[in-house]
């Protein structure tokens, strides 16, 4: 399944990246499971952990908006964030680009694009139909 994905980039090491995936719960569409991947210290070969929890598409935006703006308040801050979203290309940004409104606005609808009617990934080999 097509998932919407974050991911959050401290350094040049994408061993190290923090990831926020996000899918549909099967038979309710309107509920989303929320998983955060922290891949903690690399210098300390400490190992990942994972927290999920269920939410609304509203409940999904409030945490993003709280874990983006969390990110802005570090003192060991992340440099860069990638946004994977189903039926839209991969953007990568610098952290301080989510203090741009007009960019923000974009990344919302987007994502409430998805989660309002959450895209079908086609099989890699579809066959092509001609309209006459």
Known sequence: MSSISILITRN???????????????????QFQVTYADHGDSDCNCSTSKYSF???????????????NLLLKDDEPFQRLQFNLPAYPRIMVDLKK???????????????????????????????????
């Open 54 to 68: 269920t939410a609304s598409a509203q409940g999904v935006r409030e945490y993003l908006e709280t874990t983006l």
């Open 12 to 30: 040049e090491d994408s061993n190290s990246d923090d990831h926020i995936r996000i899918v549909p719960v099967i038979g309710n569409p309107k």
């Open 98 to 132: 989510i203090q741009d409104a007009e960019f923000m606005e974009t990344i919302w609808h987007a994502i409430a694009s998805v989660c309002d009617d959450w895209p079908l990934r086609l099989p890699n080999k579809v066959e092509e139909t001609t309209s006459y």
